[in-house]
C-alpha cells in the first residue's frame, strides 16, 4: 500500500535541488542591473518550468514533512490528524481553514470512507484544491475601454512590482497598457513604477511626489481615455488597514476615478505578501470593508512562505485571485491555477 | 476577530474554578487554547512547542493566589514567560568602537529596510548626535537608490552616491572610506531585499558583511510574518552575524507573534520597532508591550500585581466565605468593593488595563466615571446598617430620607438599587465559586452588570 509512497518520496526530495542547480547559472543575469535604455530580455527558458522550480523549491520541505508523517503509518489515527492539523497551520492556513479541513476528513474517516493514509493524502489535497477552485478566475478586462485597474495593499506587499509585471503580461497579450503612479507618498515610488514603464516601453502618468493621489490618477483615466489605451494600471501608496485616515484616502480615491469614467476602478485588487501570517484575513477584511475588493494577487510565493492564509481567505471570500508572483523578474507572474497550487503544497504521489 | 487568550483560557478554566492549584489534569485544556492562541498570533510551530512545555513545567504545581482565579493565574505566567522569552528592554546600538561604526541592514523585500535605514539615521542624528552617512547597495530594485536619496535628503543626512550599474561590493567600499576620511561617527548600509533561498544573493550580502566588518548587522523583519519567519530568521542568522532586529510595520494590528518566533531562534536581541511610515517612527523595544500584544490582551499582569498589592485579603476571604456560607451579597460588601477598586487606581484606570476594553467606544468608556462610585458610597453610607444588610425594607420613605441625607434624588437610589439587585442575582449565579472584586471585574469584562452612570 505504501509501496509508491516510499518509492515515490524520495524523488520529490531531490527533484527540487536538481532543479536549483539548473537554475542557478541563470539568476545573476536575471536580477542583473536595471538599465533604463535596454529593456531586460525575456529569458527563453519556458514560464511553465520557471514556475514550477520556484513553486516547488518553495514547498518541498512541506511536502518532506507531510510524507515523513505519512511514511510508515498503517493506520490513520488521532495522533496523525494531529499531526496533519499543526502541518496545514504552520503552512499558515490558520484555525478556521484547517479546522474545516481536518473535520472534512475526520467525518469521512468515520463513514470509512478513508481507510488508510494514501487515502487520506488524496483527501486532503482534494479538500484543498476545492477551496481554491473558486478563486481560479482569468482576469478579463474586455468590458470596458478603459478598465481601471486599481492596486491596493499594505506597505512592502509588492503592489509596483506586480504592476510592473502584470503591465508587461497584458502588452504581450496585445493590450495598449498605461500605467499611474498613484503612490505619491512613498519617496521615489513615483520613480520606481517610471523604470517599470521604461522598461516595458508604456507611457506613465506621474507627478511629484507629495501630490494628490486621486488627482494624478483622475489625469490618469482621461489621458487613458484620450490615447484610447485599453488597461490603466493605478498604483497606490501603501497603506496600513488600521489607519482610518489613509483608508479614507482610498475611497476617495474610488470615488474621484468614478467620476472619471463611470463604472470605474473596473477592478480592486489587493496585493497581499505570501509571508503573510493570520492578519492576511483582517487585511483582506478591512479594505474589502471600506472599498470592496474584488480580485487578489498573491506575491514573494518563490521564498519559502507557503501563503496558506489565502485558503482561509478563499474559505470566506471567494475572490478571485488572477495571478501570483513568484520572482522578481518581470516574467514572474503566473496565472493562479488552484491544482498547481495545490500540486506545489502537496504533489500527486500517488498514480 | 480572535477571542483574547484571557477569554479563550476563561472557557478552559470555569470548570475547575475551585481548585487552589494547577495541576498537570486541570492545565490540559488551557495549554492547548495557550497553543491555539499562540498560533493564531503567528507564532512558529517549533517555537510554540517548546514555549508550551515551558510554562507547563513552570505552571504545574503553582498555588493560585487568593484573589486570582486559575486562569488569570494561568495567563500571568505565561505573559512573565513570553517577556523573558521576548529579551531585553532596549538594548542599544554598539557604537563603543573607533569611528565609523559600520550598520548593515538585511531582510526580504519590502520589509522596509529602506525606511528603517532612514529612520535610524534620523534616531542617531538627533538623540545621540552622531554625524551619520548613509549608503543604499541596492543594486537591483528600481529607484531604490533614489528612495534612500530622498529620504536622506528629507531628514538631511548625507548619502553616499551610488548608482544601479556598480557592484554592491564597489559601492560599500567606496562609502567606508568616505566615512573614514571626512570623519563619520556611523555608516548606514542599505541593501537589496533578498530571499534566504537564493544563493547568490545570500552570499552577496555575505561578502558585503565579510568587507564591511559592521558592529551592528539588523535584520529587518515585518511583523506581519507568518509561520516563515522561522525559516527566514533561522537562514539570515546562519548566513550572517547577526547583531540585532528592526521590527517594522508594528503599528498595524496584528498580533506580532513573528517577532518571538525570530527572537528564539535567532537569540538576538529586538533592538527597534517600526511603528509608522514616518521617518521619526522607530521606537525602542518593550518587551512586555509586545507580549500583551501577541496574547491579545490588555495588561492584565499589572492588573494582577495591583489585585496582589492592594487588595484587602481578610476583606476578600471574608466575603468569599460569606458567599460560600449561602449569605447574601449585601450593600456593605457593594461599598467595600468600590473601595477596594478606589485603592487600585479608580474604575477609569483598571478598564484601562482589562482585555477587550479597546473595543469600547470613547462616549461610553466616558460614561462609566470614578464620580458615579462617590454618589454610590454616599447613599450608602445614607442608609441604616439594618438596611444595608436587607435593602427590600427601603420603601418610599425609607428611599426619601436617605436620598436627602447624601444629596441625592429617589431617581438615584432606585437606580442604585436595580444596579445592586442585578449584581447580587450575578453573585448568586457564581456561587461557591464567587471571587470577590476579582470575580465581579471579569462579568464586568463581559459586559454585565450594568456600568454605573449618567
Known sequence: MFSFLKKKSPEVVNSPTTDTCELEPIKPALEGNINLDEPVIAVKKSLLSRFRVNLTKTRHKFTDQVAN????????????????????????LGMEATQIIIKGLTQNIARKALTNPDALWDALRRALIDILTPCQKRLDLSHSKPAVFLMIGINGAGKTTTIGKLSHYLKAQGLNVMLAAGDTFRAAAVEQLQAWGARNQLPVIAQQTGADSASVLFDAVTAAKARHSDVLLADTAGRLHNKDHLMEEL????????????????????????????????????????????????????????????????????????????????????????????????????? | MFDSLSDRLSKTVRNWLGQGRLSEDNIQDSLREIRLALLEADVALPVVKIFIDNIKAKAIGVDVI????????????????????????????????????????????????????????????????????????????????????????????????????????????????????????????????????????????SALNAALNPIETLFVVDSMTGQDAATTAKAFNDALPLTGIILTKTDGDARGGAALSIRHITGKPIKFLGVGERVTALEPFHPDRLASRILGMGDIVSLVEEAQLHVDKVKADKLTK????????????????????????????????????????????????DKSFVQIVAIINSMTPKERR???????????????????????????????????????????GGKGLMAMLGGMGGGMPPMPGR
Open chain 1, 69 to 92: 508523517l505519512l511514511l510508515g503509518k498503517k493506520v490513520i489515527d488521532q495522533a496523525l490528524l494531529d499531526e496533519l492539523e499543526t502541518l496545514l497551520i504552520s503552512a499558515d
Open chain 1, 251 to 351: 475611497k476617495k480615491i474610488k470615488r474621484v476615478l468614478g467620476k472619471a469614467e463611470p463604472g470605474a476602478p473596473h477592478e480592486i485588487c489587493l496585493v497581499l505578501d505570501a509571508g503573510i501570517g493570520q492578519n492576511g484575513l483582517v487585511q483582506l477584511e478591512k479594505f474589502h470593508q471600506a472599498l470592496g475588493v474584488t480580485s487578489l494577487i498573491l506575491t514573494k510565493l518563490d521564498g519559502t512562505a507557503k501563503g496558506g492564509i489565502i485558503f482561509a481567505i478563499a474559505e470566506k471570500f471567494k475572490l478571485p485571485i488572477y495571478f501570483i508572483g513568484v520572482g522578481e523578474h518581470v516574467d514572474d507572474l503566473r496565472p493562479f491555477n488552484a491544482i498547481e497550487f495545490v500540486d506545489g503544497l502537496l504533489p500527486l504521489m500517488t498514480l
Open chain 2, 66 to 205: 487568593k484573589t486570582l482565579s486559575p486562569g488569570q493565574m494561568l495567563v500571568k505566567i505565561v505573559q512573565d514567560e513570553l517577556t523573558l522569552l521576548l529579551g531585553e528592554k532596549n538594548d542599544a546600538l554598539d557604537l563603543a568602537i573607533k569611528p565609523p561604526a559600520v550598520m548593515l541592514l538585511a531582510g526580504l523585500q519590502g520589509s522596509g529596510k529602506t525606511t528603517s535605514a532612514a529612520k535610524l539615521a534620523k534616531y542617531l542624528t538627533e538623540r545621540h548626535e552622531k554625524k551619520v552617512l548613509l549608503v543604499s547597495c541596492d543594486v537591483y530594485r528600481p529607484a531604490a537608490i533614489e528612495q534612500l536619496a530622498t529620504l536622506a535628503a528629507e531628514i538631511n543626512v548625507d548619502i553616499e552616491a551610488s548608482n544601479a550599474s556598480e557592484q554592491p561590493l564597489e559601492i560599500a567600499a567606496r562609502a567606508k572610506l568616505r566615512a573614514q576620511k571626512e570623519w563619520y561617527d556611523v555608516l548606514i548600509v542599505d541593501t537589496a531585499g533578498r530571499l534566504h533561498i537564493d544563493e547568490a544573493m545570500m552570499h552577496e550580502i
Open chain 2, 322 to 369: 460569606k458567599m460560600q456560607k449561602g449569605k447574601g451579597f449585601d450593600l456593605e460588601d457593594f461599598r467595600d468593593q468600590i473601595a477596594q477598586m478606589n485603592k487600585m487606581g479608580g474604575i477609569q484606570s483598571l478598564m484601562g488595563k482589562l482585555p477587550g476594553m479597546g473595543a469600547i467606544p470613547a462616549n461610553v468608556k466616558d460614561k462609566v466615571n
Open chain 2, 390 to 432: 436587607d435593602p427590600d425594607i427601603l420603601k418610599g420613605s425609607r428611599k426619601k430620607r436617605i436620598a436627602n441625607g447624601s444629596g441625592t434624588q429617589v431617581q438615584d437610589v432606585n437606580r442604585l438599587l436595580k444596579q445592586f439587585y442585578d449584581m447580587q442575582t450575578m453573585m448568586k449565579r457564581m456561587g461557591k
